[in-house]
């Protein structure tokens, strides 16, 4: 902060960026369960406020003057804290993230972003690595079998598509080369190879957007891949055992990494704040990046709600192998080609409009691969299942050994 | 506070102190905690908690790109698979860590003596008038001391320090950096070898030259048997060192 | 663009590729061999593309007048190829082939960058840095390569049947056990403490899980687990005690400590700390006394083949890195550091050998063996001159060929007790098969440093180098100690030829593998003891270092 900025400046930019994503994650709430009801031909909460919209805030309250039960088995302190991280997490979280552009207030001109750290893209990752600790913790703290079993899918989920994720942001931030939130954002503004299309990364860098689409669904605990609190198989998994406001906690954490990490796909991937202004005055221009953001950050929240509505859950190994043996490959292949041609272009003088059609027919490639590659793991794994009652399924050599009856003679 | 004010020329301002005393507290109590408390999983919490205070205090020292790295690798990953193991296998009990009083004894007397003589190193020389620390430090002349390293870090211009370590790693440290990849060749490896259930099928014959008997019971499983003649095997009478194998 | 300025200017490192040429083969070797193993009945099509890929290098580089290397690429990408021709459903042999023929390679390519990259022409060596001064090429990294490559080399035919025998059917031995000699090389050439540390964890990693190999076999898992826990405690202490070192002098190259260490503005106190630590983690990976408690369970329990490659070569990358840190990173501080390795040295003779009294079981035995042997090899480390850097390392590789051969024997013996040889296993053995019992004696009269063995010669050059620095009391107390090893070596001889056997029939017969390498163990161990004046010669050649 530099000392001439009055301290005023700093406390507003904070209120409104909070007061911003929770009043959007209070929106969510309503709005999911308006989209799911449509979906499932019922109407949803419509009693509070004009078609229901503060159904969240009487939830809330509700939830906050509910008897608050600590089974007397847990272990506390770290039953009471872990509810606390995620929420801590989530709001750490959007610090790094621009939700407009320039504002001028009272002569003094900020941009509406809490903190532009020069490594503001490892602090989200950072952050969203310690937002497993709230459920891990809060699993295992609960002393109770089944909030054990949610706590351990979700840190093995968790790692799992960190990884992938981290590579993909890894691509971002080697295409726009800094690390910095705002940079990446102004990279992104110009206009792409084609006049009118915008220059966002999730052009020539689609296949890091879907590992990056397909990561947050999984890091965010949502379906089809909240595995971690299965109600039909774990009961409500890690948060079995909580109630009343901590319970309310977790609900908080959940919802607002749906809105943090789909703020986070947009700022990295579809230009943030970016847009076009159609020539407001100056006075009231600094509103359109705001709208810009908040529409984009919207849809993806609607993808979230379609896809909770539309998706059955899948299963754990599943999501494991998804994870492990398609994700990562590919996000670490898109590392790999974008380092490249981002040296080769540099050291060729190749223009960006090039640059990014290059971009884009290798991410064609990639994606086909892709779609070839997960098709092959689907077929495996079901061969698995098929297989369970097999005695000798613990056999490393059970695929090779009817595939390939010529490949090794057995001993005696 | 000599140290810090020597270190963060730039720093200077009393927020920049209070946030280094704030971290400083807290790690040096998690980590006494992470050594004396009993539970397993509270021991690994204030671990994290003091690998997180740790990320604080690198970012009193301006190095935001370590801290944050210290945050994402030690606090997200390295201590989330350790609880993963920890809950994994059930070792959250106590009773594993009883100590008698002889090593207890040993132990503090042990860190003490290096807690001591660390503080002894540093602080005396580091934080004395003779040391000749910060950006714009001279050269150490006699009977100076001279902080190592820090003068080469704060070259870089923006001090995140990130474009420093990449260039450092690709160009003066590329050989270990390669040996490093190598180590984690090694590491997957060897995860990959201890945790497959079950040997390859053997695949060749010149067992056969084995006699019979001997074949079947190769394994070392058999080793344990008590027979007279393992029995006279085994008079195991050497120093320290020496474990009794349970028959 | 925010880095692309500054990736303009960012300085290429200058790689001297002939600087770890032999490295870089058993890397890509272990690495192709992985994927060989991985392809199982398809492993022509990853041995084909390879041995293209290898000739084509290799033509390039002879096109380029770089004959060795290339030749060497030549043949290795034909034998890849060839052995999986000629061993269709043998994997494991394909394996131990295409290993064998890269350490062989390897120990070419050593021979090449002595002869045209290092010699000065009149058989003496002028030594390299290279590669940012991370890696050094001189006279410790030349024998650390010789005596790794070379106990590898025989290693791999020794334990090829041995394996096969205790039914450990696992095609990651192999490369393993490359990448574990590619640790011990790069430890016998790091020159900054990272480097250092870092080959010093390859090697280290690798054998915890080579210890644990025999995964059916308790007293291999329990070694395994020992080895890693007590060696990632001493890693930790090591590493501390590197942190110091870097406080104190602001440098991580070795060279650059060695000079600031001794100036006079340098803070002596952290100096030392830090040089106490290195020396318990250091003192720990060679097996010193009193650091030396895990190495008789380890070397008890790990699979003898393993156990004999730990006893060689990890004992000569372990001195490798001894020798680097106290003659070029510490001579400044040698008042300190000189008396106290001596009373480890002595503590480490008189322990061992006493202990190794006592002992029934034959591999324990070596290992209590192996724990005197460091500390002689130590009393050329304490010497501080030419002649006793030249000592250790001509000590360490007679070391390796005598315990090489040994472990050989007790291989041999283990196929009729499967598992535990102990010493009335070996009784009459001098009757019922002579041609063992023979070479058993002779090795470990190699050991003892009995006339006309190599073991004689190298204990005598570190004697002698010792006598010539001052350590009159260490030579004592190690001649006293040899005589006490000399005992027990030779009782074992008594028992096998001079008591009658329980069981009068022979060894079973020893497959090809094992009696070529305790052969070639044998003649070296002869060969080093009769003709030591040509190996002798290199050694005080290679008494240069990276300073």
Not at chain 1, 10 to 23: E, H, I, N, S
Not at chain 1, 246 to 256: I, K, N, P, S
Not at chain 3, 230 to 252: C, D, E, H, P
Request: aromatic share 10%.
């Amino acid at each position: 902060m530099e000392p001439s900025t009055p301290l005023w400046v700093p406390v507003l930019q904070t209120l409104v960026v909070f007061a911003y994503f929770l009043l959007f994650t209070a929106l969510l709430i309503w709005a999911e369960r308006r989209v799911v009801g449509r979906m499932q031909s019922r109407i949803g909460p419509n009693r509070i406020g004009p078609g229901g919209v503060l159904q969240t805030l009487i939830d809330g309250v509700k939830m906050f003057f509910k008897e608050d039960v600590t089974p007397s088995m847990v272990n506390n302190p770290i039953y009471t804290v872990a509810p606390l991280v995620g929420v801590i997490a989530g709001f750490l979280t959007v610090a790094v993230i621009p939700i407009g552009g320039e504002v001028t207030l009272f002569g003094e001109e900020f941009t509406l972003v809490v903190a532009d750290l020069h490594v503001g893209v490892l602090w989200v990752l950072a952050l969203s690595s310690l937002h497993v600790y709230s459920t891990f913790l809060a699993g295992w703290a609960s002393n109770s079998p089944y909030p054990l079993m949610g706590g351990i899918r979700s840190s093995a989920q968790m790692i799992s598509y960190e990884i992938a994720q981290g590579l993909a942001v890894a691509s971002v931030f080697v295409y726009a080369g800094s690390l910095r939130v705002s940079d990446i954002v102004a990279a992104q503004a110009g206009s792409g190879p084609i006049a009118g299309m915008p220059g966002w990364y999730a052009i020539p860098l689609f296949p890091a957007f879907v590992v990056f689409v397909v990561g947050m669904v999984a890091e965010a605990g949502r379906p089809p891949f909240d595995l971690a609190e299965a109600e039909g198989e774990l009961v409500g998994g890690f948060h079995t055992e909580y109630s009343g406001l901590r319970f309310g906690m977790f609900m908080l954490a959940e919802f607002m990494s749906v809105v943090v990490m789909s703020a986070i796909v947009v700022t990295l991937f579809l230009g943030g704040p970016s847009g076009p202004t159609f020539g407001l005055p100056d006075a009231v221009a600094w509103v359109m990046p705001v709208f810009w953001f908040t529409l984009k950050t919207a849809a993806f929240v609607f993808f979230f709600i379609l896809l909770r509505g539309a998706l059955p859950r899948t299963r754990y190994h599943r999501l494991m192998d998804l994870g492990w043996k398609v994700l990562i490959p590919v996000a670490l292949v898109w590392v790999l080609v974008t380092a490249a041609w981002v040296l080769v272009s540099e050291a060729g003088g190749i223009s960006a409009a090039t640059r990014t059609w290059l971009a884009v027919g290798a991410g064609v490639i990639v994606i086909a691969l892709l779609l070839t590659g997960e098709r092959q793991t689907a077929r495996a794994t079901d061969a698995d299942v098929d297989a369970w009652d097999d005695p000798d399924r613990d056999d490393p050599d059970r695929d090779a050994k009817p595939r390939a009856p010529h490949d090794e003679e057995v001993a005696p | 506070m000599t140290l810090l004010a020597q270190v963060a020329p730039t720093a200077g301002g009393t927020a920049e102190v209070v946030v280094f005393w704030v971290f400083a507290v807290i790690a040096l109590g998690s980590a006494i905690a992470v050594i004396s408390l009993r539970n397993v999983v509270h021991g690994a919490v204030m671990l994290v908690l003091n690998f997180l205070s740790i990320g604080g205090l690198f970012l009193t020292l301006e190095s935001a790109f370590l801290s944050v790295i210290q945050v994402l690798v030690y606090g997200g990953a390295i201590m989330v698979l350790f609880l993963f193991v920890i809950m994994l296998l059930g070792v959250d009990r106590d009773d594993l860590l009883q100590a008698d009083l002889r090593t207890r004894v040993l132990a503090i007397a042990g860190g003490a003596l290096l807690a001591g003589a660390v503080l002894f190193a540093f602080v005396g020389p580091y934080t004395s008038e003779a040391s000749v620390c910060g950006p714009d430090a001279p050269a150490p002349g006699p009977g100076e001391v001279a902080c190592a390293g820090l003068a080469e870090a704060y070259d870089e211009d923006d001090g995140a320090g990130a474009r420093f370590l990449g260039r450092s790693l690709f160009t003066t440290y590329t050989y270990p950096f390669e040996l490093a990849a190598l180590l984690l060749t090694v590491a997957t490896i060897g995860a990959v070898i201890l945790a497959r259930r079950r040997d390859l099928e053997p695949e060749d014959e010149d067992l056969a030259d084995l006699d019979a008997a001997a074949a079947d019971d190769l394994d070392g499983d058999d080793l344990d048997g008590a027979s007279g003649a393992a029995a006279e095997r085994h008079v195991a009478g050497d120093g320290p060192g020496t474990t009794e194998r349970g028959g | 663009m925010v880095l692309a300025q500054d990736a303009t200017t960012l300085d290429v490192p200058d790689v001297a590729w002939s600087s770890f040429a032999p490295e870089l083969l058993l890397t890509a070797a272990a690495l192709v061999l992985l994927l060989v193993a991985i392809a199982r009945g398809r492993q022509l099509l990853v041995a084909a593309p390879t041995g293209v890929v290898a000739v084509g290098l290799g033509v390039w580089l002879v096109s380029t007048d770089v004959v060795v290397p290339g030749a060497v690429a030549i043949v290795w990408g034909l034998a890849l190829p060839a052995a999986v021709f000629a061993f269709p459903h043998r994997g494991s042999l394909v394996q131990a082939w295409g290993a064998g023929v890269a350490l062989a390679g390897a120990l070419v390519l050593t021979g090449w960058q002595f002869v045209t990259v290092l010699g000065d022409g009149a058989g003496g060596m002028t030594p390299q840095s290279a590669l940012a001064g991370a890696l050094a090429n001189d006279g410790i990294a030349f024998f650390t390569r010789i005596t790794v490559y070379l106990t590898a080399l025989i290693v791999l035919p020794l334990g090829y049947g041995y394996l096969r025998d205790r039914r450990i059917n696992r095609a990651e031995v192999e490369p393993l056990l490359l990448l574990a000699v590619v640790g011990m090389a790069a430890l016998g050439t790091a020159n900054d403490l990272i480097t250092l540390f870092v080959a010093l964890e390859v090697l280290s990693l690798a054998l915890y899980v080579l210890t644990g190999l025999a995964r059916r076999d308790r007293r291999s898992q329990e070694a395994s687990l020992k080895y890693f826990v007590m060696g990632a405690v001493a890693s930790a202490i090591l590493l501390y005690g590197m942190a110091l070192m870097y406080v104190a002098t602001g440098s991580l190259s070795l060279p650059t400590i060695g000079s600031v260490v001794a100036l006079a503005g340098t803070n002596q106190l952290v100096s030392a700390l830090g040089l106490a630590l290195v020396t318990v983690g250091i003192g720990f990976k060679v097996a010193l006394v009193p650091f030396h408690l895990w190495t008789p369970d380890v070397y008890q329990g790990a699979p003898t083949n393993i156990t004999a490659f730990m006893a060689a070569a990890t004992k000569a990358a372990g001195f490798a890195a001894v020798l680097r840190l106290y003659l070029v990173a510490f001579p400044g501080l040698q008042g300190l550091w000189a008396p106290v390795l001596a009373v480890l040295a002595a503590a480490s003779m008189l322990y061992g050998a006493y202990v190794a009294l006592v002992q029934r079981d034959l591999k324990r035995m070596l290992a209590y063996s192996s724990i005197t042997h460091a500390g002689y090899a130590t009393i050329g480390v304490v010497a501080v001159t030419d002649a006793g850097l030249s000592g250790t390392l001509w000590y360490l590789l007679t070391y390796a060929v005598s315990t090489l051969g040994a472990f050989g024997c007790v291989i041999a013996i283990e196929r009729r007790r499967r598992g535990e040889v102990a010493l009335v296993d070996l009784r009459g053995l001098g009757r019922t098969s002579p041609a063992v019992a023979g070479i058993l004696a002779l090795c470990l009269l190699s050991l003892a440093g009995m006339p006309p063995t190599a073991g004689f010669v190298g204990k005598f050059v570190v004697f002698q180098a010792g006598i010539e620095a001052g350590w009159t009391w260490l030579v004592v107390i190690g001649v006293l100690s040899s005589i006490v090893a000399a005992f027990f070596y030779l009782r074992i001889a008594g028992v096998m030829f001079l008591e009658t056997a329980d069981d009068d029939r022979p060894l079973p017969a020893s497959s090809l593998g094992l009696t070529t390498g305790i052969a070639v163990s044998a003649t070296l161990v002869v060969f080093l003891g009769v003709q030591p004046q040509a190996f002798l010669h290199l050694a005080d050649a290679a008494a240069a270092l990276v300073r």
